[in-house]
């Protein structure tokens, strides 16, 4: 068919593709979740559905693509780490990009309702997550780029912790402001323990570490399949990189199974199981459906 001549626009297009052999990672984060959690109640500084909800939809992309080592979430953004030889979208940025922001998105609201009903929270507005792409050339700048991440939790939730109990104390927003202002870790962890009888350490061990998502081979109901696994872990040292060496180097261990244990009560697994519930109840009525036709057919001889 011959060209129309508006065709000639195409060539404005302009493609970016990103550079070979590094790794990418993807970060979305929450615009303006201050005030989305603000309006939709959320508890502060932490709280467990809306950090739930987060990893639910960080599930999802993980699904989407198996090109993704690992998934860090804290607070209102995730980051998602394709290997370095990822192909996906022949790695065009604005594809990659615009798509994962878009599933997360979309995502989010998928499963807004299986978390939030039980606390009858309807959405007033529609959330959105900007995204950006950047370029890891080592390991070592991708280990610290996670770390960099896990270190941020730690030190904005030290402090909204604090905080906040302050402010539950009695304290004015600007009062506790002021009462923190140019302490150290040590002190915000004695203000906590000496005022509010609080170990820092004892708290919920997702909101001192931000959650990891990672692919592994799992048993679930008899056989080997890959789950998408949340863990809560320090991944600054380097124990945590010598347990899942699958995370740097994707042959290692390819037939080691991940024996799920506290992660069981996990929105992100029991979703997983459901929906391989509904998967075998599916194929189960296909089977009977089919076997009725079958023998409904012979009846007919
Ligand atoms: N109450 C509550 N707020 C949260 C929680 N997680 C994240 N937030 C809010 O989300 C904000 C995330 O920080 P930012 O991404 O820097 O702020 P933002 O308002 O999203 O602004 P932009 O990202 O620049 O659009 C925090 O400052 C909190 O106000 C939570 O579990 N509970
Ligand atoms: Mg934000």
């Not at 590094?22 to 959320?42: A, E, M, P, Q, T």
């Not at 030889?85 to 998105?105: G, H, I, M, P």
């Not at 539950?168 to 506790?176: P, T, V, W």
């Amino acid at each position: 068919m011959a060209l129309s001549r508006f065709e000639y626009v195409k060539q404005f297009e302009q493609e970016e593709k990103l550079l070979p052999n590094s790794w990418i990672v993807v970060r979305i984060d929450g615009k303006g979740f201050h005030r989305f959690c603000s309006v939709h109640s959320f508890s502060k500084p932490n709280d467990l559905d809306a950090l739930q909800l987060m990893n639910l939809a960080g599930m999802t992309v993980m699904q989407e693509f198996n090109e993704i080592a690992i998934a860090y979430g804290q607070s209102d953004e995730y980051s998602f780490v394709f290997r370095r030889e990822a192909s996906v979208y022949q790695r065009r940025r604005d594809k990659l990009v615009s798509y994962v922001a878009s599933l997360f998105t979309s995502a989010y609201m998928f499963h807004w309702k299986r978390i939030f009903d039980h606390r009858a929270v309807a959405m007033r507005y529609p959330p959105s997550f900007d995204a950006r792409a950047v370029l890891y050339p080592t390991d070592e700048n991708l280990r610290d780029y996670l770390s960099w991440r896990q270190a941020d939790v730690h030190v904005n939730n030290l402090y909204n912790t604090t905080f906040w109990n302050l402010v539950a104390s009695g304290l004015s927003n600007a009062e506790a402001e002021k009462r923190l202002q140019g302490t150290l870790a040590s002190d915000k962890n004695e203000i906590l323990f000496s005022q509010f009888g609080i170990n820092y350490n004892n708290e919920p061990v997702m909101y001192r570490k931000g959650t990891i998502l990672l692919p592994k081979s799992v048993n679930a109901d008899g056989k080997k399949q890959r789950f998408i696994v949340p863990l809560f872990e320090d991944l600054i040292g380097d124990a945590f990189w010598a347990k899942h060496p699958e995370i740097m180097d994707k042959k290692a261990k390819p037939d080691s199974v991940y024996e799920l244990d506290e992660q069981k009560t996990q929105p992100v697994i029991l979703y997983q199981l459901e929906v391989q519930d509904r998967r075998k109840a599916g194929m189960s009525k296909a089977e009977s459906n089919a076997k009725v036709t079958l023998e409904s057919d012979g009846s007919l001889n």
